[in-house]
Protein backbone atom coordinates (compact mmCIF):
# COMPACT_ATOMS: atom_id res chain seq x y z
CA UNK A 1 0.00 0.00 0.00
CA UNK A 2 2.48 2.40 0.82
CA UNK A 3 4.60 1.55 -2.42
CA UNK A 4 1.13 2.22 -4.36
CA UNK A 5 0.35 5.78 -2.73
CA UNK A 6 4.20 6.94 -2.91
CA UNK A 7 4.17 6.13 -7.05
CA UNK A 8 0.19 7.77 -6.87
CA UNK A 9 2.05 10.74 -4.94
CA UNK A 10 4.55 11.06 -7.38
CA UNK A 11 2.50 11.12 -10.26
CA UNK A 12 0.01 13.57 -8.84
CA UNK A 13 2.83 16.14 -8.14
CA UNK A 14 4.18 15.77 -11.34
CA UNK A 15 0.89 16.11 -13.60
CA UNK A 16 -0.10 18.94 -11.45
CA UNK A 17 3.63 20.72 -11.71
CA UNK A 18 3.08 19.64 -15.80
CA UNK A 19 -0.31 21.63 -16.02
CA UNK A 20 0.43 24.29 -14.32
CA UNK A 21 3.35 24.99 -16.70
CA UNK A 22 1.21 24.64 -19.78
CA UNK A 23 -1.17 26.85 -17.70
CA UNK A 24 1.07 29.53 -16.93
CA UNK A 25 3.04 29.49 -20.81
CA UNK A 26 -0.74 29.23 -22.84
CA UNK A 27 -1.20 33.08 -21.67
CA UNK A 28 2.77 33.65 -22.13
CA UNK A 29 3.98 31.95 -25.31
CA UNK A 30 1.19 32.76 -27.66
CA UNK A 31 1.84 35.16 -30.68
CA UNK A 32 0.89 38.47 -29.03
CA UNK A 33 1.78 40.76 -26.04
CA UNK A 34 -0.38 39.61 -22.45
CA UNK A 35 0.45 43.31 -21.64
CA UNK A 36 -1.15 44.65 -25.04
CA UNK A 37 -4.21 42.51 -24.54
CA UNK A 38 -4.85 43.80 -21.00
CA UNK A 39 -3.98 47.39 -21.57
CA UNK A 40 -6.66 47.06 -24.39
CA UNK A 41 -5.11 46.42 -27.74
CA UNK A 42 -3.65 48.35 -30.37
CA UNK A 43 -5.37 51.91 -29.00
CA UNK A 44 -3.19 51.37 -25.96
CA UNK A 45 0.01 53.63 -25.25
CA UNK A 46 2.92 52.29 -24.96
CA UNK A 47 3.49 53.83 -21.05
CA UNK A 48 0.33 52.33 -20.62
CA UNK A 49 1.84 48.87 -21.80
CA UNK A 50 4.99 49.22 -19.80
CA UNK A 51 3.24 49.58 -16.63
CA UNK A 52 1.32 46.62 -17.02
CA UNK A 53 4.21 44.38 -18.00
CA UNK A 54 5.87 46.12 -14.95
CA UNK A 55 2.93 45.12 -12.09
CA UNK A 56 2.73 41.56 -13.81
CA UNK A 57 6.66 40.97 -13.81
CA UNK A 58 6.38 40.23 -17.58
CA UNK A 59 10.26 41.49 -17.62
CA UNK A 60 11.84 39.28 -15.34
CA UNK A 61 13.03 36.01 -17.09
CA UNK A 62 10.33 33.57 -18.16
CA UNK A 63 11.57 30.33 -15.32
CA UNK A 64 11.51 33.13 -12.88
CA UNK A 65 8.44 34.70 -13.97
CA UNK A 66 7.02 30.96 -13.73
CA UNK A 67 8.04 30.21 -10.33
CA UNK A 68 6.78 33.58 -8.69
CA UNK A 69 3.48 32.87 -10.32
CA UNK A 70 3.44 29.44 -9.50
CA UNK A 71 4.24 30.21 -5.67
CA UNK A 72 1.81 32.98 -5.63
CA UNK A 73 -0.96 30.56 -6.24
CA UNK A 74 -0.35 28.16 -4.07
CA UNK A 75 -0.50 31.15 -0.77
CA UNK A 76 -3.16 32.15 -2.51
CA UNK A 77 -2.39 35.76 -3.91
CA UNK A 78 -4.06 35.42 -6.89
CA UNK A 79 -3.99 39.38 -7.43
CA UNK A 80 -6.67 41.66 -8.39
CA UNK A 81 -9.05 41.84 -10.92
CA UNK A 82 -8.86 44.13 -13.91
CA UNK A 83 -12.25 43.14 -14.94
CA UNK A 84 -14.60 43.40 -12.29
CA UNK A 85 -13.11 46.46 -10.34
CA UNK A 86 -12.53 46.29 -6.09
CA UNK A 87 -12.43 42.87 -6.01
CA UNK A 88 -9.82 40.44 -5.50
CA UNK A 89 -9.38 37.59 -7.69
CA UNK A 90 -9.06 34.96 -4.51
CA UNK A 91 -12.28 36.29 -3.22
CA UNK A 92 -14.20 36.58 -6.52
CA UNK A 93 -13.47 33.15 -7.21
CA UNK A 94 -14.37 31.65 -3.51
CA UNK A 95 -17.62 32.86 -3.98
CA UNK A 96 -18.26 31.70 -6.93
CA UNK A 97 -16.76 28.38 -6.65
CA UNK A 98 -18.97 27.61 -3.72
CA UNK A 99 -22.06 28.31 -6.19
CA UNK A 100 -20.46 26.28 -8.67
CA UNK A 101 -20.31 23.22 -6.32
CA UNK A 102 -23.50 23.59 -4.75
CA UNK A 103 -24.87 23.09 -8.43
CA UNK A 104 -22.55 20.10 -8.78
CA UNK A 105 -23.90 18.60 -5.46
CA UNK A 106 -27.45 18.71 -6.61
CA UNK A 107 -26.49 17.18 -10.35
CA UNK A 108 -24.06 14.47 -8.89
CA UNK A 109 -26.90 13.55 -5.80
CA UNK A 110 -30.01 13.84 -8.77
CA UNK A 111 -27.07 11.87 -11.42
CA UNK A 112 -25.14 8.93 -9.51
CA UNK A 113 -28.11 6.92 -8.17
CA UNK A 114 -30.74 7.24 -11.55
CA UNK A 115 -27.21 6.38 -13.73
CA UNK A 116 -26.63 3.14 -11.69
CA UNK A 117 -29.68 1.74 -12.13
CA UNK A 118 -30.15 2.57 -14.97
CA UNK A 119 -26.33 0.90 -16.00
CA UNK A 120 -27.27 -2.06 -14.02
CA UNK A 121 -30.37 -2.31 -15.96
CA UNK A 122 -29.11 -2.57 -18.97
CA UNK A 123 -26.37 -4.52 -18.26
CA UNK A 124 -28.48 -7.19 -16.96
CA UNK A 125 -30.46 -7.65 -19.67
CA UNK A 126 -27.42 -6.69 -22.72
CA UNK A 127 -29.06 -6.42 -26.15
CA UNK A 128 -32.94 -7.27 -24.70
CA UNK A 129 -35.35 -4.61 -24.97
CA UNK A 130 -34.80 -2.51 -21.88
CA UNK A 131 -30.82 -2.46 -22.56
CA UNK A 132 -32.03 -0.97 -26.15
CA UNK A 133 -34.27 1.51 -24.96
CA UNK A 134 -31.79 3.16 -22.39
CA UNK A 135 -29.13 3.22 -24.78
CA UNK A 136 -31.37 4.54 -26.98
CA UNK A 137 -32.00 7.39 -24.33
CA UNK A 138 -28.55 7.95 -23.10
CA UNK A 139 -27.23 8.08 -26.91
CA UNK A 140 -30.18 10.56 -27.66
CA UNK A 141 -32.01 13.26 -25.51
CA UNK A 142 -29.20 12.73 -22.90
CA UNK A 143 -26.23 13.38 -25.65
CA UNK A 144 -27.56 16.72 -26.54
CA UNK A 145 -25.41 20.01 -26.06
CA UNK A 146 -26.03 21.61 -22.44
CA UNK A 147 -27.51 24.39 -24.26
CA UNK A 148 -29.94 22.39 -25.99
CA UNK A 149 -31.41 20.98 -22.74
CA UNK A 150 -31.18 24.16 -20.86
CA UNK A 151 -32.75 26.26 -23.15
CA UNK A 152 -35.62 23.81 -23.45
CA UNK A 153 -35.50 23.41 -20.03
CA UNK A 154 -36.19 27.48 -19.70
CA UNK A 155 -38.62 27.76 -22.68
CA UNK A 156 -40.95 24.34 -22.15
CA UNK A 157 -40.56 23.68 -18.38
CA UNK A 158 -40.61 26.89 -17.16
CA UNK A 159 -42.12 29.31 -18.89
CA UNK A 160 -44.87 27.06 -20.36
CA UNK A 161 -45.44 24.46 -17.90
CA UNK A 162 -43.59 25.98 -14.79
CA UNK A 163 -46.45 28.94 -14.98
CA UNK A 164 -49.77 27.53 -16.00
CA UNK A 165 -52.94 26.54 -14.52
CA UNK A 166 -51.83 23.25 -13.69
CA UNK A 167 -48.18 24.47 -12.01
CA UNK A 168 -50.85 26.63 -9.93
CA UNK A 169 -52.71 23.72 -8.79
CA UNK A 170 -49.80 21.53 -8.06
CA UNK A 171 -47.73 24.34 -6.34
CA UNK A 172 -45.19 24.22 -8.89
CA UNK A 173 -42.96 27.13 -10.01
CA UNK A 174 -39.72 27.00 -11.87
CA UNK A 175 -37.85 30.52 -12.15
CA UNK A 176 -36.60 30.74 -15.59
CA UNK A 177 -33.50 32.15 -14.65
CA UNK A 178 -30.89 31.69 -11.56
CA UNK A 179 -30.14 35.04 -11.75
CA UNK A 180 -29.85 34.95 -7.58
CA UNK A 181 -27.09 37.05 -6.11
CA UNK A 182 -23.81 35.20 -6.21
CA UNK A 183 -23.35 35.59 -2.16
CA UNK A 184 -27.11 34.02 -2.01
CA UNK A 185 -27.54 31.63 1.16
CA UNK A 186 -27.73 27.52 0.09
CA UNK A 187 -31.77 27.90 1.11
CA UNK A 188 -32.43 30.67 -0.64
CA UNK A 189 -30.33 29.21 -3.68
CA UNK A 190 -32.64 26.38 -4.07
CA UNK A 191 -35.63 27.29 -6.17
CA UNK A 192 -32.78 28.49 -8.65
CA UNK A 193 -30.46 25.51 -8.31
CA UNK A 194 -33.51 22.75 -9.64
CA UNK A 195 -33.19 23.62 -13.25
CA UNK A 196 -29.86 24.06 -13.89
CA UNK A 197 -28.79 20.89 -11.97
CA UNK A 198 -31.21 19.08 -13.94
CA UNK A 199 -29.58 19.86 -16.72
CA UNK A 200 -25.90 18.91 -15.01
CA UNK A 201 -27.68 15.93 -13.79
CA UNK A 202 -28.44 14.56 -18.16
CA UNK A 203 -24.77 15.52 -19.18
CA UNK A 204 -23.59 13.08 -16.30
CA UNK A 205 -26.46 10.36 -17.02
CA UNK A 206 -25.28 8.82 -20.30
CA UNK A 207 -21.68 8.65 -19.00
CA UNK A 208 -22.22 7.03 -15.93
CA UNK A 209 -24.89 4.79 -16.80
CA UNK A 210 -22.49 3.31 -19.95
CA UNK A 211 -19.95 2.67 -18.19
CA UNK A 212 -21.95 0.78 -15.16
CA UNK A 213 -23.26 -0.92 -17.97
CA UNK A 214 -19.96 -2.20 -19.46
CA UNK A 215 -18.82 -2.51 -15.46
CA UNK A 216 -21.83 -5.22 -15.16
CA UNK A 217 -21.54 -6.86 -18.62
CA UNK A 218 -17.81 -7.74 -18.19
CA UNK A 219 -18.74 -8.55 -14.64
CA UNK A 220 -21.11 -11.66 -15.49
CA UNK A 221 -18.63 -13.33 -18.04
CA UNK A 222 -16.46 -13.88 -15.08
CA UNK A 223 -15.81 -17.64 -13.88
CA UNK A 224 -16.88 -16.83 -10.26
CA UNK A 225 -20.53 -15.91 -11.25
CA UNK A 226 -20.46 -19.42 -13.32
CA UNK A 227 -19.52 -21.66 -10.75
CA UNK A 228 -21.65 -19.79 -8.23
CA UNK A 229 -24.32 -20.26 -10.57
CA UNK A 230 -23.90 -24.35 -10.87
CA UNK A 231 -23.19 -24.63 -7.16
CA UNK A 232 -27.06 -23.88 -6.66
CA UNK A 233 -27.03 -20.38 -5.45
CA UNK A 234 -30.21 -18.63 -6.48
CA UNK A 235 -29.29 -16.12 -9.75
CA UNK A 236 -30.69 -13.09 -7.69
CA UNK A 237 -28.37 -13.87 -4.77
CA UNK A 238 -25.41 -13.92 -7.26
CA UNK A 239 -26.39 -10.94 -8.66
CA UNK A 240 -26.51 -8.81 -5.79
CA UNK A 241 -23.94 -10.57 -3.31
CA UNK A 242 -20.92 -11.27 -6.23
CA UNK A 243 -21.96 -9.07 -9.55
CA UNK A 244 -22.94 -5.79 -8.49
CA UNK A 245 -20.55 -5.69 -5.48
CA UNK A 246 -17.60 -6.23 -8.00
CA UNK A 247 -19.42 -4.03 -10.87
CA UNK A 248 -19.78 -0.79 -8.94
CA UNK A 249 -16.63 -0.98 -7.89
CA UNK A 250 -15.31 1.07 -10.26
CA UNK A 251 -18.42 3.43 -10.47
CA UNK A 252 -15.94 5.58 -7.52
CA UNK A 253 -13.50 6.34 -10.70
CA UNK A 254 -16.00 7.09 -12.75
CA UNK A 255 -17.57 9.45 -10.98
CA UNK A 256 -14.12 11.20 -10.35
CA UNK A 257 -13.78 11.39 -13.74
CA UNK A 258 -16.98 12.44 -14.62
CA UNK A 259 -16.30 15.64 -12.49
CA UNK A 260 -13.68 16.47 -15.60
CA UNK A 261 -17.31 16.49 -17.57
CA UNK A 262 -19.39 18.21 -15.27
CA UNK A 263 -16.91 21.34 -15.12
CA UNK A 264 -17.27 21.27 -18.94
CA UNK A 265 -21.00 20.85 -18.55
CA UNK A 266 -21.32 23.65 -16.06
CA UNK A 267 -19.99 26.58 -17.98
CA UNK A 268 -22.75 26.41 -20.92
CA UNK A 269 -25.45 25.62 -17.97
CA UNK A 270 -24.12 28.45 -15.57
CA UNK A 271 -23.97 30.85 -19.03
CA UNK A 272 -27.72 29.42 -19.94
CA UNK A 273 -29.00 30.09 -17.05
CA UNK A 274 -27.78 33.33 -15.91
CA UNK A 275 -26.01 31.42 -12.85
CA UNK A 276 -23.36 33.36 -10.97
CA UNK A 277 -20.77 30.20 -10.81
CA UNK A 278 -17.06 29.75 -11.96
CA UNK A 279 -17.87 28.65 -15.30
CA UNK A 280 -19.75 31.88 -16.37
CA UNK A 281 -17.36 34.18 -14.24
CA UNK A 282 -14.34 32.15 -16.80
CA UNK A 283 -16.20 33.29 -19.78
CA UNK A 284 -16.38 36.98 -18.22
CA UNK A 285 -13.39 36.77 -17.50
CA UNK A 286 -11.98 35.81 -20.99
CA UNK A 287 -14.29 38.46 -22.66
CA UNK A 288 -12.67 41.32 -20.29
CA UNK A 289 -9.37 39.70 -20.89
CA UNK A 290 -8.72 39.60 -17.64
CA UNK A 291 -5.97 36.99 -18.06
CA UNK A 292 -4.73 36.71 -14.29
CA UNK A 293 -8.37 35.39 -13.10
CA UNK A 294 -8.66 33.43 -16.39
CA UNK A 295 -5.45 31.82 -14.88
CA UNK A 296 -6.67 31.34 -11.57
CA UNK A 297 -10.09 30.01 -12.65
CA UNK A 298 -8.05 27.17 -14.86
CA UNK A 299 -5.29 26.26 -12.17
CA UNK A 300 -8.36 25.91 -9.66
CA UNK A 301 -10.07 23.58 -11.91
CA UNK A 302 -7.31 21.56 -12.75
CA UNK A 303 -6.47 21.32 -9.09
CA UNK A 304 -9.88 20.46 -8.22
CA UNK A 305 -9.98 17.72 -10.93
CA UNK A 306 -6.32 16.37 -10.32
CA UNK A 307 -7.14 15.78 -6.34
CA UNK A 308 -10.67 14.10 -7.25
CA UNK A 309 -8.54 11.41 -9.43
CA UNK A 310 -6.30 11.26 -6.01
CA UNK A 311 -8.55 10.93 -3.69
CA UNK A 312 -10.54 8.58 -6.12
CA UNK A 313 -7.49 6.04 -7.06
CA UNK A 314 -6.85 6.06 -2.95
CA UNK A 315 -9.90 4.70 -2.33
CA UNK A 316 -10.13 2.54 -5.16
CA UNK A 317 -7.16 0.68 -3.80
CA UNK A 318 -8.57 0.57 -0.43
CA UNK A 319 -11.31 -1.12 -1.22
CA UNK A 320 -9.47 -3.11 -3.76
CA UNK A 321 -6.55 -5.37 -2.81
CA UNK A 322 -5.46 -6.24 -6.22
CA UNK A 323 -4.83 -2.47 -7.14
CA UNK A 324 -2.32 -1.66 -4.66
CA UNK A 325 -0.70 -5.22 -5.06
CA UNK A 326 0.19 -4.84 -8.23
CA UNK B 1 -8.57 -0.87 -44.57
CA UNK B 2 -9.51 -1.94 -47.70
CA UNK B 3 -12.29 -0.84 -49.52
CA UNK B 4 -14.29 -4.17 -49.05
CA UNK B 5 -13.36 -4.23 -45.19
CA UNK B 6 -14.86 -0.50 -45.90
CA UNK B 7 -18.23 -1.84 -47.61
CA UNK B 8 -18.78 -4.33 -44.62
CA UNK B 9 -18.44 -1.63 -42.12
CA UNK B 10 -21.38 0.14 -44.31
CA UNK B 11 -23.14 -3.17 -44.62
CA UNK B 12 -23.32 -3.56 -41.00
CA UNK B 13 -23.62 -0.07 -40.17
CA UNK B 14 -26.74 -0.31 -42.32
CA UNK B 15 -27.86 -3.37 -40.45
CA UNK B 16 -28.54 -2.11 -37.25
CA UNK B 17 -31.55 0.18 -36.95
CA UNK B 18 -30.39 2.73 -34.89
CA UNK B 19 -27.29 2.98 -37.01
CA UNK B 20 -29.06 3.18 -40.14
CA UNK B 21 -31.31 5.79 -39.16
CA UNK B 22 -27.92 7.56 -37.79
CA UNK B 23 -26.11 7.10 -40.81
CA UNK B 24 -28.88 8.18 -42.98
CA UNK B 25 -29.08 11.29 -41.38
CA UNK B 26 -25.80 12.38 -41.36
CA UNK B 27 -25.83 11.79 -45.01
CA UNK B 28 -29.50 14.04 -45.07
CA UNK B 29 -27.42 16.64 -43.39
CA UNK B 30 -24.42 16.57 -46.05
CA UNK B 31 -27.34 17.59 -48.45
CA UNK B 32 -27.38 21.18 -47.16
CA UNK B 33 -23.66 21.62 -46.12
CA UNK B 34 -22.33 20.32 -49.60
CA UNK B 35 -25.01 21.91 -51.60
CA UNK B 36 -26.55 25.09 -49.17
CA UNK B 37 -26.37 27.76 -51.88
CA UNK B 38 -28.21 26.03 -54.39
CA UNK B 39 -30.63 24.65 -51.83
CA UNK B 40 -31.26 27.72 -50.17
CA UNK B 41 -34.51 30.02 -51.39
CA UNK B 42 -32.02 33.01 -50.95
CA UNK B 43 -27.99 32.42 -51.20
CA UNK B 44 -27.19 35.49 -49.18
CA UNK B 45 -28.04 34.66 -45.45
CA UNK B 46 -28.04 38.41 -44.20
CA UNK B 47 -30.60 39.10 -47.18
CA UNK B 48 -32.80 41.37 -44.61
CA UNK B 49 -35.24 42.38 -47.39
CA UNK B 50 -38.28 39.96 -45.89
CA UNK B 51 -40.73 41.39 -43.86
CA UNK B 52 -39.38 40.53 -39.88
CA UNK B 53 -41.08 38.20 -37.33
CA UNK B 54 -42.81 36.06 -39.92
CA UNK B 55 -43.91 32.96 -38.31
CA UNK B 56 -42.73 29.28 -40.40
CA UNK B 57 -45.18 28.56 -42.70
CA UNK B 58 -44.14 25.16 -43.10
CA UNK B 59 -46.50 22.98 -42.86
CA UNK B 60 -45.45 19.01 -42.05
CA UNK B 61 -49.17 17.00 -42.91
CA UNK B 62 -49.69 18.86 -45.98
CA UNK B 63 -45.83 19.00 -47.05
CA UNK B 64 -45.88 22.29 -48.01
CA UNK B 65 -43.00 24.59 -47.51
CA UNK B 66 -44.82 27.62 -48.07
CA UNK B 67 -42.74 31.22 -48.38
CA UNK B 68 -40.63 31.22 -44.93
CA UNK B 69 -41.33 27.23 -44.12
CA UNK B 70 -39.01 28.21 -40.42
CA UNK B 71 -40.08 32.16 -40.28
CA UNK B 72 -38.16 35.27 -40.50
CA UNK B 73 -35.96 36.74 -37.65
CA UNK B 74 -36.25 39.94 -35.92
CA UNK B 75 -34.02 41.35 -38.85
CA UNK B 76 -36.06 39.98 -41.52
CA UNK B 77 -33.60 36.97 -42.47
CA UNK B 78 -35.17 33.77 -43.77
CA UNK B 79 -34.54 31.30 -40.63
CA UNK B 80 -35.02 28.47 -42.89
CA UNK B 81 -31.99 29.70 -46.02
CA UNK B 82 -29.28 30.37 -42.84
CA UNK B 83 -29.95 26.85 -41.30
CA UNK B 84 -29.15 25.06 -44.70
CA UNK B 85 -26.78 27.53 -45.08
CA UNK B 86 -25.06 26.92 -41.58
CA UNK B 87 -24.98 23.43 -41.99
CA UNK B 88 -21.15 23.74 -44.14
CA UNK B 89 -19.41 25.74 -41.58
CA UNK B 90 -19.78 23.01 -38.53
CA UNK B 91 -19.22 19.94 -41.15
CA UNK B 92 -16.47 22.06 -42.35
CA UNK B 93 -14.85 22.60 -39.28
CA UNK B 94 -15.66 19.23 -37.22
CA UNK B 95 -14.95 17.21 -40.13
CA UNK B 96 -11.01 18.64 -40.70
CA UNK B 97 -10.24 19.24 -37.33
CA UNK B 98 -11.12 15.63 -36.83
CA UNK B 99 -8.85 14.46 -39.51
CA UNK B 100 -6.33 16.78 -38.30
CA UNK B 101 -6.30 15.67 -35.27
CA UNK B 102 -6.73 11.67 -36.11
CA UNK B 103 -4.04 12.20 -38.71
CA UNK B 104 -1.15 13.81 -36.64
CA UNK B 105 -2.38 12.09 -33.35
CA UNK B 106 -2.60 8.37 -35.14
CA UNK B 107 1.52 9.24 -36.12
CA UNK B 108 2.44 10.42 -32.69
CA UNK B 109 0.97 7.57 -31.16
CA UNK B 110 2.90 5.56 -33.62
CA UNK B 111 5.81 7.06 -32.85
CA UNK B 112 5.48 7.16 -29.03
CA UNK B 113 4.29 3.07 -28.80
CA UNK B 114 7.09 2.13 -31.13
CA UNK B 115 9.88 3.67 -29.91
CA UNK B 116 9.03 3.25 -26.20
CA UNK B 117 11.71 4.53 -23.45
CA UNK B 118 11.69 7.92 -22.10
CA UNK B 119 10.10 9.44 -25.17
CA UNK B 120 7.35 7.69 -24.70
CA UNK B 121 7.44 8.33 -20.85
CA UNK B 122 8.04 12.18 -21.69
CA UNK B 123 5.88 12.57 -23.96
CA UNK B 124 3.19 10.44 -22.09
CA UNK B 125 3.13 13.23 -18.57
CA UNK B 126 2.69 15.89 -21.11
CA UNK B 127 -0.40 14.55 -22.59
CA UNK B 128 -1.70 13.36 -19.14
CA UNK B 129 -0.93 16.86 -17.90
CA UNK B 130 -2.77 18.25 -21.06
CA UNK B 131 -5.86 16.00 -20.41
CA UNK B 132 -6.07 17.63 -17.08
CA UNK B 133 -7.91 20.40 -18.21
CA UNK B 134 -11.12 20.15 -19.60
CA UNK B 135 -10.90 20.29 -23.17
CA UNK B 136 -13.89 23.05 -22.92
CA UNK B 137 -12.47 25.22 -20.66
CA UNK B 138 -8.54 25.12 -22.70
CA UNK B 139 -10.60 25.93 -26.12
CA UNK B 140 -12.44 28.77 -25.02
CA UNK B 141 -9.11 30.10 -23.54
CA UNK B 142 -7.38 29.60 -26.48
CA UNK B 143 -10.09 30.66 -28.53
CA UNK B 144 -10.74 34.15 -26.22
CA UNK B 145 -6.99 34.86 -26.72
CA UNK B 146 -6.14 34.47 -30.27
CA UNK B 147 -8.86 36.38 -31.57
CA UNK B 148 -8.21 38.96 -29.21
CA UNK B 149 -4.68 39.54 -30.71
CA UNK B 150 -4.35 42.10 -33.59
CA UNK B 151 -3.02 40.74 -36.81
CA UNK B 152 -2.58 42.92 -39.72
CA UNK B 153 -5.27 42.03 -42.12
CA UNK B 154 -4.31 39.85 -44.67
CA UNK B 155 -1.15 38.60 -43.37
CA UNK B 156 -1.33 34.30 -42.29
CA UNK B 157 -1.32 35.37 -38.88
CA UNK B 158 -4.81 36.70 -39.36
CA UNK B 159 -5.52 33.91 -41.69
CA UNK B 160 -4.84 31.47 -38.77
CA UNK B 161 -7.06 33.90 -36.65
CA UNK B 162 -9.98 33.21 -39.04
CA UNK B 163 -9.67 29.50 -38.75
CA UNK B 164 -8.91 29.90 -34.52
CA UNK B 165 -11.81 27.23 -34.19
CA UNK B 166 -10.84 24.60 -36.57
CA UNK B 167 -6.75 24.65 -34.85
CA UNK B 168 -7.93 24.68 -31.47
CA UNK B 169 -10.13 21.69 -32.17
CA UNK B 170 -7.28 20.11 -33.99
CA UNK B 171 -4.86 20.51 -31.32
CA UNK B 172 -6.84 19.44 -28.45
CA UNK B 173 -7.56 16.36 -30.41
CA UNK B 174 -4.07 15.14 -31.53
CA UNK B 175 -2.76 14.11 -27.28
CA UNK B 176 -6.16 12.44 -26.92
CA UNK B 177 -5.90 10.33 -30.45
CA UNK B 178 -2.44 9.48 -29.14
CA UNK B 179 -3.33 8.35 -26.70
CA UNK B 180 -5.15 5.57 -28.21
CA UNK B 181 -2.85 5.11 -31.07
CA UNK B 182 -0.31 4.37 -28.42
CA UNK B 183 -2.16 1.74 -26.78
CA UNK B 184 -2.76 -0.51 -29.91
CA UNK B 185 0.64 0.10 -30.91
CA UNK B 186 2.12 -1.53 -27.79
CA UNK B 187 -0.47 -4.51 -28.42
CA UNK B 188 0.84 -5.28 -31.81
CA UNK B 189 4.30 -4.61 -31.85
CA UNK B 190 4.74 -7.77 -29.78
CA UNK B 191 3.45 -10.10 -32.28
CA UNK B 192 5.63 -12.07 -34.63
CA UNK B 193 5.23 -10.46 -37.20
CA UNK B 194 6.95 -7.39 -36.52
CA UNK B 195 9.50 -9.01 -35.00
CA UNK B 196 9.93 -10.88 -38.20
CA UNK B 197 10.25 -7.37 -40.38
CA UNK B 198 12.73 -6.40 -37.51
CA UNK B 199 15.29 -9.30 -38.30
CA UNK B 200 14.80 -8.95 -41.63
CA UNK B 201 16.14 -5.14 -41.13
CA UNK B 202 13.01 -3.13 -42.17
CA UNK B 203 13.54 0.65 -41.86
CA UNK B 204 11.53 2.05 -38.41
CA UNK B 205 9.41 3.54 -41.13
CA UNK B 206 8.59 0.66 -42.66
CA UNK B 207 7.50 -1.81 -39.32
CA UNK B 208 5.45 1.64 -37.84
CA UNK B 209 3.37 2.64 -41.48
CA UNK B 210 3.66 -0.93 -43.20
CA UNK B 211 3.45 -3.53 -40.70
CA UNK B 212 1.83 -2.21 -37.36
CA UNK B 213 -0.26 0.47 -38.52
CA UNK B 214 -2.49 -1.30 -40.61
CA UNK B 215 -3.26 -3.30 -37.83
CA UNK B 216 -4.02 -0.29 -35.47
CA UNK B 217 -6.51 1.03 -38.11
CA UNK B 218 -9.81 -0.47 -36.32
CA UNK B 219 -8.97 1.52 -33.33
CA UNK B 220 -8.68 4.71 -35.12
CA UNK B 221 -11.73 4.67 -36.96
CA UNK B 222 -13.39 4.00 -33.80
CA UNK B 223 -11.75 6.51 -32.48
CA UNK B 224 -11.89 8.98 -34.97
CA UNK B 225 -15.54 8.91 -35.49
CA UNK B 226 -15.61 9.55 -31.43
CA UNK B 227 -13.98 12.67 -32.34
CA UNK B 228 -16.24 13.68 -34.98
CA UNK B 229 -19.38 13.38 -32.93
CA UNK B 230 -17.32 15.39 -29.98
CA UNK B 231 -16.17 17.73 -32.46
CA UNK B 232 -19.95 18.60 -33.67
CA UNK B 233 -20.73 19.13 -29.93
CA UNK B 234 -17.73 20.92 -29.00
CA UNK B 235 -18.31 23.65 -32.26
CA UNK B 236 -22.17 24.28 -31.69
CA UNK B 237 -21.54 25.14 -28.27
CA UNK B 238 -18.60 27.14 -28.77
CA UNK B 239 -20.81 28.88 -31.29
CA UNK B 240 -23.58 29.39 -28.42
CA UNK B 241 -20.92 30.69 -25.83
CA UNK B 242 -19.77 33.48 -28.73
CA UNK B 243 -16.87 31.63 -29.21
CA UNK B 244 -17.47 30.52 -32.65
CA UNK B 245 -18.20 31.93 -35.50
CA UNK B 246 -18.94 35.89 -35.30
CA UNK B 247 -22.28 37.57 -36.50
CA UNK B 248 -23.53 37.80 -38.48
CA UNK B 249 -22.51 34.45 -40.16
CA UNK B 250 -25.37 31.73 -40.35
CA UNK B 251 -23.66 29.35 -37.62
CA UNK B 252 -26.41 27.16 -35.63
CA UNK B 253 -25.13 27.47 -32.29
CA UNK B 254 -24.77 30.91 -32.52
CA UNK B 255 -28.26 31.91 -34.18
CA UNK B 256 -29.50 29.97 -30.55
CA UNK B 257 -27.85 32.29 -28.52
CA UNK B 258 -28.38 35.55 -30.45
CA UNK B 259 -32.18 34.64 -30.34
CA UNK B 260 -32.59 33.59 -26.73
CA UNK B 261 -33.63 36.02 -23.41
CA UNK B 262 -36.38 38.88 -24.53
CA UNK B 263 -36.01 37.72 -28.22
CA UNK B 264 -37.37 34.39 -27.57
CA UNK B 265 -41.00 35.10 -26.88
CA UNK B 266 -41.00 37.73 -30.13
CA UNK B 267 -39.30 35.26 -32.40
CA UNK B 268 -39.03 31.90 -30.96
CA UNK B 269 -39.15 29.51 -34.15
CA UNK B 270 -35.86 31.99 -35.14
CA UNK B 271 -34.00 29.51 -31.92
CA UNK B 272 -36.13 26.65 -32.18
CA UNK B 273 -35.20 25.44 -35.64
CA UNK B 274 -31.23 26.01 -35.52
CA UNK B 275 -31.72 24.35 -32.36
CA UNK B 276 -33.22 21.64 -33.65
CA UNK B 277 -31.06 21.09 -36.48
CA UNK B 278 -28.33 20.99 -33.70
CA UNK B 279 -30.03 18.12 -31.62
CA UNK B 280 -30.93 16.22 -34.74
CA UNK B 281 -27.40 16.60 -36.21
CA UNK B 282 -25.89 15.18 -32.43
CA UNK B 283 -28.25 12.32 -31.79
CA UNK B 284 -27.52 11.43 -35.34
CA UNK B 285 -23.51 11.51 -35.30
CA UNK B 286 -23.42 9.82 -31.79
CA UNK B 287 -26.18 6.71 -33.38
CA UNK B 288 -23.92 6.53 -36.27
CA UNK B 289 -20.12 6.44 -34.32
CA UNK B 290 -21.85 3.77 -32.14
CA UNK B 291 -22.98 2.00 -35.07
CA UNK B 292 -19.02 2.16 -36.05
CA UNK B 293 -17.53 0.95 -32.76
CA UNK B 294 -20.09 -2.15 -32.34
CA UNK B 295 -19.01 -2.92 -35.84
CA UNK B 296 -15.83 -2.69 -35.52
CA UNK B 297 -15.27 -4.69 -32.35
CA UNK B 298 -17.63 -6.71 -33.68
CA UNK B 299 -15.37 -7.55 -36.63
CA UNK B 300 -11.97 -7.82 -34.84
Known amino acids: MLHFLRRRFIFFFFTYLLSSLMIFLLLRVLPGDPARVIAGGREATEAQVEEIRDQLGLNAAMPQQYLTWLGDFLRGEWGETIAFRGARNRQLISERAVNSARLAAVALLLSVPISLVLGVIAGLSEN ?43 GWWFPSSSAVPANASFSEMLPALWLPAIAATLVLLAYISRLTRAGVIEELKRDYVRTAALKGIAWRTVIWRHVLRNALLPTITVIAISITWLISGLVVIEVVFGFPGLGSLLIAAIERRDLLLVQAIVMVTVTIILFANLFADMAYALLNPRVRLE | ?162 NVVLLVISALYIPIVARVARSATLDIKTREFVEAAEIRGESKLYIIFREIMPSVIPSLVVEASLRFSYAIFLVASLGFLGFGARPPSPDWGLMVNENRGGFYQLTPWALEFPALAIAVLVIAVNLMSDGIRRSVQKGA
Do not use: C
Open chain 1, 128 to 170: KLPDILISLLTLSVVSLPEFVTGLFLINIVALRWGRGALAEAL
Open chain 2, 1 to 162: MKSSQIANLIRSLLRQPQSALGTLLVLFFLLPALFGPQLAPYANPNDQSHDARQPPTLDIGALQLGEYPFGTDRLGRDVYSRVILGASSIFRIAGLGTLVSVVLGSALGLFMGYAGGWVDEILGRVIDALLAIPALLLALVLVGIIRNLDFAAGSWQAGLAD
